[in-house]
């Protein structure tokens, strides 16, 4: 029997987690709810879900502080909720690590989508290139385990990577020497469109460069800016043993 994929719901409004708990337990999923930052942390410590949906405004510790706190320990993927629709509320919840951010009020079939949309990232669903999905890849003396998704820098010092950051390196990695739009990159990493003004996969390039230092801790220059068009690959990547 499949097992039903977990829902964490973390909000102060009771009224909020009732409905949308409602909602996706009719749409196959097992939900807990928390009612505070403190709460979700307790909740963790004995068990992870596969996706914890987070509201931004909460009274004592805010979502970003929480989404924080989560990233200290743990890779589950984080959908925030917010009230905050300004597009750098936006960038600083992708920047703490976030994998996808929707704005109050919304709609819950958008929610659901947007659910499913992360959990089938999670789940390395294939996507198309030219490596099998196991193994090791190589580029410009760094390595990266796709089988525990972890990535070596030429020091040799292991470099922890989010969901999303992961999904861009992937990204990249498949189609080198290739300049990729940001409308490509959005459908590779998050399975949808770019929206207007939507500047999320430039935040998250950059995030993903600050990763990819030298041993200087200077930016080792593999992700170039195409102006206009995207961004470019620009080292060699071999697959170990083949």
Not at 92 to 118: H, T
Request: charged fraction near 25%.
């Amino acid at each position: 029997m499949e097992r039903r994929q977990t829902i964490c719901l973390v909000d102060d409004d009771q009224e909020i987690l009732g409905l949308l708990s409602d909602y996706l337990k009719q749409h196959g999923f097992v939900v807990s709810c928390a009612e505070s930052g403190t709460a979700l942390m307790d909740m963790l410590r004995h068990s992870q879900p596969d996706l914890i949906v987070l509201d931004v405004m909460m009274p004592g510790q805010d979502g970003f502080v929480v989404c924080r706190e989560v990233r200290k320990q743990w890779q589950i993927p984080i959908i925030f909720l917010s009230a905050l629709g300004e597009s750098m509320d936006r960038v600083v919840g992708l920047e703490l690590g976030a994998d996808d951010y929707m704005v109050k009020p919304f709609e819950p079939r958008e929610l659901l989508a947007r659910i499913r949309s992360v959990l089938r990232r999670k789940g390395g669903a294939p996507a198309p290139g030219r490596f099998h999905e196991k193994g090791c890849l190589s580029f410009a003396g760094w390595r990266l385990d796709r089988a525990v998704r972890c990535l070596h820098s030429p020091c040799g010092v292991m470099v922890n990577l989010s969901g999303a950051e992961y999904r861009l390196l992937m990204a990249f990695l498949r189609n080198p020497q290739t300049v990729l739009s940001r409308d490509a990159l959005m459908e590779l990493t998050q399975g949808r469109s770019l929206d207007a003004f939507d500047r999320s996969i430039d935040v998250q390039v950059s995030r993903l460069r600050t990763r990819l230092r030298d041993e200087n801790g200077e930016e080792a220059g593999l992700i170039k800016t195409v102006r206009g068009d995207g961004y470019i690959w620009t080292a060699d990547v071999r697959q170990d043993g083949a």
